[in-house]
């Protein structure tokens, strides 16, 4: 009955960077994993348990990002492997977010010295390799919707979208390589 008290569903979703090259999004392991990742499959989920009382409601990400869990001594001072993978997360797990028709997405947080290194900027607020994905990605999908799937064939995975007369496609191999 609380339907008409609130006009989105946010939620959360952070990943823990596992030290090794993976799909941080969908292979972490976690529960989301089974409903298409904690990105798009979360929303799925949401979905599904408002549709089991009739409620129809936008779905925001409204805090993401892929930080440093503090108990590895191994992540104490992220690498540039650590950098190079939450860049990826970010372009992946926004990227099938569209797909899964999410309204919109924040990025936890802005500075290095936020939580668990999540941060877009390092330490002397200067842009790290996840703060250029985000912004090459925004560029690219400036005014741009999301089409469809893209079949590339075994081993890809891939996206279309619609920018004025232009499709742009964001595809990368589903088995990470070094």
Request: aromatic share 16%.
């Amino acid at each position: 009955g609380a339907a008409d008290s609130f006009d989105v569903v946010a939620y959360h979703f952070h990943a823990g960077y596992q030290n090794r090259v993976t799909d941080h999004d969908n292979q972490s392991g976690g529960p989301w994993d089974a409903w298409g990742g904690g990105v798009g499959g979360k929303a799925g989920f949401l979905r599904q348990w408002m549709a089991g009382y009739g409620v129809v409601k936008p779905v925001f990400l409204n805090e993401t990002g892929m930080g440093c869990p503090a108990y590895f001594t191994w992540c104490l001072l992220p690498t540039e492997a650590f950098d190079q993978m939450q860049a990826t997360f970010l372009v992946r797990s926004f990227v099938r977010g569209w797909s899964a028709h999410i309204t919109g997405f924040f990025w936890f947080t802005l500075e290095a010295i936020g939580w668990r290194q999540t941060g877009l900027l390092d330490s002397n607020l200067n842009p790290k390799p996840v703060y250029l994905a985000y912004q090459h990605l925004t560029h690219q999908l400036q005014q741009a919707q999301y089409t469809r799937a893209v079949d590339y064939g075994e081993g890809i995975e891939a996206y279309a979208f619609r920018r004025g007369l232009d499709e742009v496609h964001i595809a990368w191999a589903q088995t990470d390589q070094v």
